[in-house]
């Protein structure tokens, strides 16, 4: 084999290695980067959802989920398993905009929008968006995360589970068993 040919093999196998390392970086990148929440569901201790002039705050003691001010509901596990299953695994799609002008048009301002903050066990925030309706994709919403100007469409309709009621959240317990053991005095 001539020089010129051991030469070119040995540049053309650095080429693939450097490409090789360059898609598994951009791979790495591209996952993270789409995704709304970089937290799983034990990172949450508390979120505030807020509506115009209405807000709800759900907080969790370590062992259950409560409505904060509330204490004739019972948070309703299946609705606090859809709202970590979809908003915690919501992803930014497309940019719909830069112009914050536009942020009522999205219906992502500050009067238009549903704010959502996530919170640790210590109160302090883990993550903060707004959200609003998609006027033109009914499957997704439009979204602006933390103090960032731009607004994306997602993969999915989350807007729903933004709801600041209370019995959306919560349930009034079914009435205590009697207890059969009590023996009837006469």
């Known amino acids: 084999m001539g020089k010129h040919m051991k030469r070119l093999l040995i540049v053309l196998g650095v080429l693939v290695v450097l490409f090789g390392i ?81 942020w009522e048009k999205f219906n992502v301002g500050d009067t238009t929008g549903t704010q959502l903050v996530l919170m640790d066990h210590n109160g302090a925030s883990l993550g903060e968006i707004v959200v609003g309706r998609s006027n033109a994709e009914w499957s997704s919403s439009n979204i602006r995360v933390g103090d960032e100007s731009e607004v994306y469409q997602t993969n999915k309709n989350i807007s729903w589970q933004l709801n600041t009621s209370p019995t959306h959240w919560g349930e009034v317990p079914p009435p205590p068993e009697p207890d059969s053991t009590a023996v009837d005095s006469l």
């Not at 505030?48 to 003691?61: A, C, H, P, Q, V």
């Not at 409505?67 to 919501?90: A, P, Q, Y």
């Open 22 to 102: 360059n898609q598994m970086q951009q791979r790495g990148r591209a996952s993270s980067s789409d995704q709304v929440f970089d937290l799983q569901r034990d990172d949450v201790f508390s979120f505030d959802i807020t509506k115009g002039e209405e807000s709800i705050s759900l907080l969790y003691n370590g062992a259950s989920w409560s409505i904060e001010g509330n204490d004739t509901l019972v948070v309703k596990e299946n609705t606090m398993n859809s709202f970590f299953d979809n908003v915690l695994k919501v992803k930014r799609t497309s940019l719909v905009s830069r112009n914050e002008a536009k």
